[in-house]
């Protein structure tokens, strides 16, 4: 008897150019109204320019891009290896020496101002850097630790600035002054947020704080009797050294920081002390996020996280834990507010915008979920890239989602997923009652 003869099997790379090929039409449908036509001013004549060749270029990488991606996929965790046996040793070794390396970190930090190569704007990059980093610390709480999705964490960081510009300018409140109650209000915003969400998972809760978030927007936005609305609020006042401001003349009967140091004027003076305001803020943040780990309370969040169902088994209520994360979250982002106000001068609903949500939870979870120095490698990844990329300003946040979609199919769990345990066991001596 005749063996029918087997069916022609159909080449993987078909299905790839196939796939590639859809993808690239969807580019160029997105590309040529984005892209593709630009408007420019002409003689007082607004008229639109084609760049087609643009969309050219956009239409192959990300042709070429899919079928590297679809390869790369296809070859299984074998394109993985010589990255993975890069990199875990150096996994390992920084969960192994993160205490020495945090030391190191901070000593840094403490000397980075009067470092050779740090210029004005270096400063100023770094103290952006560490507000994220303060940001980032305070939602790992809620999604690193208590394992709550929250897509709204934007708007307890607006009612920080917000407090603390309002009362500062109703009252005459001073910095240092403000920023306890700054803290306080977003807590209470926090405490607020809770409750509506007790019995929301998943998606369910990360669509409620999108929606609290949203909702925090549009109030600055339209309230302007007390947030004077898209104006924002200017005059913010700026933190002083102990009542010393940091200004080239003051009024009558005060002293400046550098009249009563005996030192030159320089704008540099300040930029230097609200880097060293920021830094002390997160070493702060720091130890008090590392000793709730270890308290009930933060065993409580990461049981939650874990398993809800097992956490109620073990007798830890959920509500409670779940109102302790998102207050102790909301205080955390309110102090990090606080500081974004007097660090500008001026604040506006524009600087609260959803996107500030996704960039502090991208580095959540690009650092690694529970990882504190997991946050601070990736705040400082995510902010100085489009520094770096400034060159390049009209591709910067195409290049941006490139690497984060890289470094995220390389690492899905995170740059540093290794956290200390929580509680370590120990082996006990035999033979001992």
Known sequence: MAMAAAPAQRLPWAEWMKDAALAALVTLALAIPIVGLQAIEVNATLTIRPRFGAVAIGVAVVFLGRLALRAALAAGPAWRMPLARLWAPAGRLLASN????????????????????????????????????????????????????????????????????????????????????????????????????????????????????????????????????????????????FGLPFQNRAPPGVTTFHQFFHLDFSPSQRIIFLYYVVLALGLLTNAFTLRLRKLPIGRAWEALREDEIACRALGINPTTTKLSAFTIGAMLAGFAGAFFATQQNFISPESFTFTESATILAIVVLGGMGSQIGVVLAATILVTLPEIARPFAEYRMLLFGAAMVAIMVWRPRGLLAQRAPSLLLRRQPRGGS
Do not use: C, M
Request: glycine residues 12%.
């Open 98 to 241: 993160a205490a020495t390396l945090g030391i190191a970190i901070i000593v840094l930090a403490i000397a980075l101002p009067f470092l050779p190569f740090a210029s004005r704007s270096t400063v100023t990059i770094a103290t952006r850097v560490l507000t994220y980093v303060l940001l980032g610390w305070g939602l790992n709480v809620v999604v690193g630790l208590a394992g709550l999705l929250d897509l709204g964490y934007v708007a307890f960081y607006a009612v920080g600035a917000y407090s603390f510009a309002l009362f500062a300018q109703w009252f005459g409140l001073s910095f240092w002054a403000a920023l306890p109650i700054a803290g306080l209000l977003a807590a209470a915003f926090g405490f607020v947020l809770g409750f509506p969400v007790l019995r929301l998972r998943g998606d369910y809760l990360a669509i409620v704080t999108l929606g609290f978030g949203e909702i925090i927007h549009t109030v600055l936005q339209n309230w302007v009797p007390v947030t004077k609305g898209p104006a924002g609020i200017g005059d913010v006042p700026a933190p002083t050294f």
